[in-house]
């Protein structure tokens, strides 16, 4: 190299340094005073949080970004800010998983920053904030994530002017904190034609979704957004889609694709769960090869698994439950490659289960569905295996502990409710995989706990529904002190029980045993206790007060006597449900309970409490069942329970309540009231027609009727004793069902009033045992679904009115003791009533206490046939029940083979209206019996 050449090389070298430096110069130089300012006042206007959010849900450990920010510094080097560097402005905050709380309103500094392209506030803690229209007006934006931060209120009609957006994320933790107007969602889609990513999920926007999406859409998240309609075919055909989630949409329908979807060769994510599709499951499915997951739960889908989708050999998780396919599961499912998580539960599947050959297999969920044979000893080699739940199937056979023994990852084993019989023939070795911290083997013939031995991590047991006798060994209390959250122990022989020494406890349930002594008290963290049907004794410690997370508490059907402790009415906070039913206690009720309470239902039903209503029961604003019959209450009518606006259940039957029913100022009582029971107590006076007229629940019939909420995942279900067709019944869970009103057995006076005809929804209506004067309203004949009506022994007059012969639902009538006269009304039910509805009205003729009603025709007792043909299968019904004798021997056994035969050639509700009309004979002559028994041992 020349001496010139050399000059050139050096020079270039030196042009480079000095071109660098000066970049590095003039790069350390960008940040515009304005914008430093800007960022520091946005700093000022947060404090830092000491709750990481981020790494509690996402594992991503958060750190307060903005604390490094000082004009020590150039703004564009500070953590999170990025600028542009030939203008130095600022096109990029990153600010997610900050740690930020505070308020961002229109006023802040944050707008100033005009230039930003890209904006990140997600995780952080903005509550009380709303997403200011300014948001609108960085119109250089092409990413923005408010995800996750706490805004609410309205989101603005200005994101949709940022026209330049390729990902919008607004997703938040909770449902309807944030809204989009229908008209804003819909200007948004048609406006933003640039977007690659939306994200709107738990947004309330209430709306159709539009057939107007960009083309260069990625991923679409819309799910618990309220969406209604028909989801437009065009989604399904957009063609970059790799991700497409709909779900918790229920108000959503939608039709599959029956040919080749135009995304199928990117479609990476298919969400639509809750989505109603009311179809099979298309082969066009299988064209989606390059889908890694798969959620199309509770769609209402039906039918078998199509073979096509064996294409889908990428697929990793496969979520088809909770709707009616059927058919056996193909062999193919459990060869899939890449396949780590199956989820078919709540299905009707079928067959036995084929051998599982793919090892990537992780999670199995195959509970309430067919399946039937013995479990694939294939499943000793799932070795990855975590997760195995069959229960609620039909699966047979023995099977040992020693079974489960290889899967050394297994954390959940579910067998419960198949005829499965656990055997543990090797009872010096335990075999159980130690990783187990949740285990299912309710009903399966468990003897004893010795095969737990090696289960030293468990955290949910349940071994309810088997055989299991005596105590509990000590090692188990041992080994599960520290770890045991949740424990169901419930229907078996257990007889004693000192203590629950469960640390870690939450709920536990040893209902239906054999259990004796006083209440053993579980640890101070237990929020759901069930110890009901036992044989406990003696009083209930105050020390149960100490458990001060008890959500529900559940002693019924004990022994228990004493009085019950006054600090559980000061636990109402917290406390939703009490039910201490079917014991011995005395005393007064709790007057204690607070303000802003929690309780939902007290049953404190057939105990020997005595005094007063507690007026602080007032405080329990979310009430729902009151249940505080067969007691010693000596009280007047607490019509101030009426403020309580979710009550739904009242009972005060059988105790000392007296006087009359007054009316109210009140302009809105018992507005969700739909049973309402004070028979056997001494009530005087008319009957409370102003009462009547406020009950608003009564007059709607709505077959959307919710129950009252039933508790912990269906462990506690209310219940309460209604009359119903003659028989008193425990009515479990379809409380809303029985809408019923039972006033018998006191001492009212008056006329029914007409009134009475508005509640529609009555379905049981008892008045007998009374003093009632006057004619029967006309009005009854309204009680379209009534299927119970007994005004006997009062003393009505006049005739019964003809409209009562359109009540096609009613199976019970008693207009017995009455002082009724003229003619029975012909026709429907009135044909299958027999002669004890009318007994004791010495005036009344016609079928079936008379032959003979002046001119009219009357159907022939014994001409079973015309009087079918008159009237469809109630006659049968009338004439079959002089078949059955009051006993229940040989003569019922031939009744009823006699009503198979004609049963099944005609409508099968007799068979309910004849097994019911048996059972309260039955009852009826074992009752009678009882008393003779009785009378016999008092002489």
């Given amino acids: 190299m020349d001496y010139k050449q050399l000059s050139v090389v050096l020079l270039l070298v030196f042009l480079r340094h000095e071109l660098v430096f000066s970049s590095s110069i003039l790069r350390s130089h960008l940040c515009p005073k304005h914008q430093s300012t800007a960022l520091l006042k946005f700093k000022q206007t947060f404090t830092i949080d000491t709750f990481d959010m981020c790494g509690l849900m996402l594992g991503q450990e958060s ?34 998983c900050s740690l930020l709380v505070g308020v961002i309103d229109s006023n802040s500094s944050l707008f100033q920053l005009s230039h930003l392209q890209r904006l990140n506030l997600s995780m952080n803690n903005f509550d009380g904030s709303q997403i200011s229209p300014k948001f609108g007006r960085f119109s250089s934006m092409t990413h923005l994530d408010l995800s996750r931060s706490y805004f609410s209120g309205q989101i603005p009609s200005e994101i949709s002017h940022l026209s330049k957006l390729h990902s919008l994320l607004l997703y938040t933790f909770y449902l309807n ?118 959620t199309l739960q509770n769609c209402n889908l039906r039918g078998p698994i199509p073979e096509s989708l064996s294409n889908l050999t990428h697929v990793e998780s496969l979520y088809l439950g909770d709707n009616s396919l059927n058919g056996t599961i193909p062999s193919w499912i459990f060869s899939l490659p890449s396949l780590s998580l199956v989820y078919l539960s709540n299905n009707q599947f079928s067959g036995q289960l084929e051998d599982f050959k793919s090892n990537s297999l992780v999670w199995i969920y195959l509970q309430d569905n067919q399946l039937q044979g013995h479990l ?33 990852y297994l954390l959940d084993l579910g067998l419960s409710y198949n005829r499965i019989t656990l055997t543990n023939e090797d009872k010096v070795k335990s075999t159980l995989p130690e990783s187990l911290e949740k285990l299912g083997l309710a009903a399966c013939e468990v003897k ?51 203590s629950i020494p469960l640390q870690s406890l939450d709920t536990i349930d040893l209902r239906s045993n054999f259990l004796q002594g006083s209440l053993p008290i579980p640890a101070i963290s237990t929020r759901y206790f069930f110890i009901s049907e036992n044989n406990l004794s003696g009083e209930i410690p105050s020390s149960l007060c100490n458990l001060m997370s008890l959500k529900m508490l559940v002693l019924a059907k004990n022994n228990l006597s004493g009085a019950i402790p006054q600090c559980l009415g000061n636990m109402s906070y917290i406390l939703e449900v009490l039910d201490m039913h079917h014991n011995n206690l005395s005393g007064a009720l709790p007057t204690t309970f607070s303000i802003e309470s929690s309780l939902r239902s007290l049953n404190l039903h057939g105990n020997k409490l005595q005094g007063k209503i507690p007026r602080s029961l007032v405080n329990c604003k979310r009430l729902q069942v009151l249940d505080l019959g067969d007691n010693h209450l000596n009280d007047t009518f607490p019509m101030w329970l009426g403020t309580l606006p979710e009550l739904q259940v009242l009972s005060l039957r059988s105790n000392k309540l007296h006087g009359s029913i007054q009316p109210s100022r009140v302009a809105s009582l018992f507005p969700q009231l739909r049973i309402i029971d ?123 009115p003809e409209q009562l012969a359109s009540l096609t639902y009613l199976e019970f009538l008693r207009l017995s003791h009455n002082h009724l006269v003229g003619c029975i009304p012909i026709g429907r039910q009135f044909a299958t009533f027999q002669n004890n509805s009318y007994d004791g009205n010495d005036g009344l003729r016609g ?93």
Wanted: proline fraction near 4%; include cysteine; hydrophobic fraction near 35%.
């Fill in 448 to 498: 004893e706990f010795e095969f737990l031995r090696s289960a030293k991590n468990l955290k949910e047991l349940d071994l309810s529904n088997n055989k299991i006798q005596g105590r509990i060994p000590d090692w188990a209390w041992s080994n599960w002190e520290f770890s045991v959250s949740t424990l169901n122990l419930s229907h078996n022989m257990l007889t004693s029980m000192d």
């Fill in 63 to 96: 750190y307060p970004k903005t604390s490094s920010w000082n004009l020590s510094k150039d703004c564009c080097l500070w953590d999170g800010v990025k600028c542009d560097e030939m203008s130095g402005h600022v096109i990029e905050l990153d600010l997610g």
């Fill in 678 to 800: 004070l028979s056997y107590n001494a009530f005087s006076g008319n009957l409370p027609t102003s009462l009547f007229q406020h009950l608003k629940a009564m007059r709607t019939i709505d077959p959307l009727t919710k129950s009252p909420s039933n508790g912990r995942d269906g462990y506690y279900q209310d219940s309460v004793v209604v009359v119903t067709k003659g028989l008193e019944l425990e009515v479990v869970r379809i409380l809303f069902l029985y809408t019923t009103i039972d006033l018998s057995s006191n001492k009212f006076g008056g006329h029914i009033p007409s009134v009475l005809g508005d509640l529609i929804a009555l379905r049981v209506m008892n008045l007998s045992h009374n003093g009632l004067q006057g004619h029967i309203p006309s009005s009854l004949g309204n009680l379209s679904v009534v299927e119970s009506l007994d005004l006997s022994f009062n003393q009505l007059s006049g005739e019964i």
């Fill in 177 to 294: 904190k944030l809204r989009l107007a229908s008209h804003d969602f819909k200007s948004l889609l048609r406006n933003l034609t640039q977007l690659r990513e939306l994200n709107l999920r738990s947004i309330n926007i209430s709306s159709t979704i539009p057939p107007i999406f960009s083309s260069h859409l990625t991923t679409l998240r819309l799910g618990w957004t309220g969406l209604y309609g028909i989801i437009p075919e065009s989604i399904f055909h957009l063609p970059n889609l790799e991700r497409l989630d709909l779900h918790h949409n229920d108000q959503l329908n939608g039709y599959f694709p029956k040919t080749k979807w135009n995304s199928s060769a990117s479609l990476i994510e298919l969400d639509l769960t809750d989505v109603n599709f009311s179809d099979t499951l298309p082969e066009s499915l299988g064209n989606l090869t390059s889908l890694q997951s798969l």
């Fill in 847 to 939: 079928f079936p206490v008379s032959e003979d009603c002046g001119s009219r025709k009357m159907p022939k007792r014994n001409n079973t046939t015309q009087v079918l043909n008159q009237e469809s299968n109630s006659t049968f019904l009338s004439e079959f029940r002089k078949t059955i004798p009051m006993g229940y021997g040989s003569g019922l056994i031939i009744g009823l083979f006699i009503a198979y035969f004609m049963l099944s050639s005609r409508n099968s509700n007799w068979l309910s209206r004849i097994t019911e009309e048996l059972e309260y004979r039955i009852v009826m002559r074992r009752r009678k019996k009882k008393q003779q028994r009785g009378r016999q041992r008092r002489h």
């Fill in 376 to 408: 694939p000893t294939s499943i000793q080699n799932l070795v990855n295996l975590t997760t195995l739940d069959l229960s609620s199937n039909n699966f047979s056979g023995s099977v040992d502990v020693s079974f489960f023994s290889n899967l050394k």
